[in-house]
């Protein structure tokens, strides 16, 4: 290999370096990227590349310089950056310009502001340490569609859930149907526990009409009869339909913008 | 002697940066030798501060970039050149430096005369 592709190489790697840490759209990233390679290489027919770039600082460095530029600024970030970021410095509060009925359209809100107050994020769509919106998403989230840790709303996914409609968690409670280990419903549960006023299928089920491992009610109406014989007979496919769901609302929300992260620095722009 | 508190330079750089561009069309590496060699090397702005400013300065329309590629050989360079937003922006800037370091001036002299008078009631 030559010099010159090794000092290239160097100098994609650092800049690559910056860009893993900027949480921002590609137009962004690659204004970066492009103004870095001309200023290095300006530098650099001054003095060695090498000392160029200890010069420079660590790469971390410049993109948390450049990052508090834009930390607020929704519109340059995207939505994924924006989780990405809120993850990375844990003290975040970015909200789209976008808003509907008064509430920006994403707010994305993570730990502690300047006064020491817990950031809340209030959006149509709510990302953050406590979501309060439409479609909410954070440890505590209150919402239409809530998923998080503690999750309250019309639809709520996650461990601890209350559903108006439906509840999906490790414990859920809701007033239609809930699912879950231990799932507590006015209509339907369906669990390991099942506890419900009118429909309840799991291994130990109590409710009007109920089918457990450890007895069933006087009547069970037919429908519930062949959802447990469907069940029965595709236990594989409903066990990994299930994981799938809990994958989708569990984990891909945290883990999405760290992939997006990983990605990021795994290539450069040019 | 060292250069002023990294705080206070914050403050000031989208001034500094401006009253650079307004004098002449610049790259950002020409900004940061410039700050260098105009202060006798007390200010040394480094990349990661220089550039936001420039991205901050350029989407609030107060600069424009244009990116030059020489014939042949060479380092292809981004220069940046003041808009009359700018102008505008640059001249409130420098009334409020103006404003501020009279006012800061005015107080600092105040707490002297405050110290001494203080001292002398101690002795």
């Known amino acids: ?40 290489a300006e530098a650099s027919q001054k003095k060695p590349v090498d000392e160029v770039l200890k010069d420079m600082g660590h790469p971390r460095k410049i993109a948390a310089e450049i990052m508090e530029t834009y930390e607020k600024d929704y519109e340059k ?17 970015v909200k789209s310009a976008a808003q509907v009925g008064g509430w920006p359209l994403v707010h994305i809100a993570t730990g502690y502001n300047e006064s020491g107050e817990r950031n809340v994020a209030k959006g149509i769509i709510a990302v953050g340490d406590i979501a309060i919106g439409v479609v909410a998403m954070g440890a505590v989230s209150v919402g239409v569609i809530a998923v998080g840790a503690l999750a309250a709303g019309v639809l709520a996914s996650g461990a601890l859930t209350v559903g108006l ?5 490790a414990a859920a409670a809701s007033v239609v149907a809930s699912v879950g ?46 959802l447990v014989e469907g069940l029965r007979t595709h236990a594989l496919l409903f066990a990994v339909s299930l994981s799938v769901l809990g994958l989708a609302l569990g984990l891909v929300p945290s883990v999405l913008p760290q992939l997006l992260a990983l990605r990021k620095g795994g290539r450069g722009i040019r | 002697m060292g250069g002023p508190d990294k705080e206070l330079l914050r403050g ?89 370091v009279r006012l800061v001036t005015l107080l600092i002299e105040g707490g002297s005369e405050g110290r001494s008078e203080g001292g002398s009631e101690d002795g």
Not at chain 1, 77 to 93: C, E, K, P, T, W
């Open chain 2, 12 to 100: 000031t750089l989208e001034l500094v940066v401006l009253s650079i561009i307004a004098r002449q069309t610049s790259y950002g590496y020409s900004i940061i030798n410039a700050i260098k060699q105009e202060t006798e090397g007390r200010i040394e702005l480094k990349e990661g501060s220089l550039y936001p400013v420039l991205y901050r300065l350029e989407d609030a329309g107060a600069i424009e970039s244009v990116w030059h590629y020489p014939e042949e050989r060479g380092v292809p360079r981004k220069y940046y050149r003041i808009l009359p937003e700018g102008k505008k922006r640059l001249g409130r800037l420098r009334k409020e430096w103006c404003d501020y």
């Open chain 1, 77 to 93: 970030m995207g939505f994924l950056n924006a989780i990405a970021y809120a993850q990375h410095v844990r003290d975040s509060n």
């Open chain 1, 1 to 40: 290999m030559d010099e010159t592709r090794r000092v290239e190489q160097y100098v994609e790697q650092y800049i690559r370096g910056v860009l893993r840490h900027l949480y921002l759209k590609d137009e962004y990233r690659r204004r970066v990227a492009d103004d870095l390679r001309s200023h290095i």
């Open chain 1, 165 to 169: 409609l439906v509840a999906l968690g």
């Open chain 1, 181 to 226: 280990g231990a799932a507590v419903s006015g209509g339907f549960a369906f669990g390991a526990l099942a506890l419900a006023r009118l429909y309840a299928m799991g291994a130990y089920a109590r409710a009007l009409y109920y089918i457990g491992a450890y007895g069933e009610s006087a009547v069970v109406p037919a429908w519930m009869r062949s």
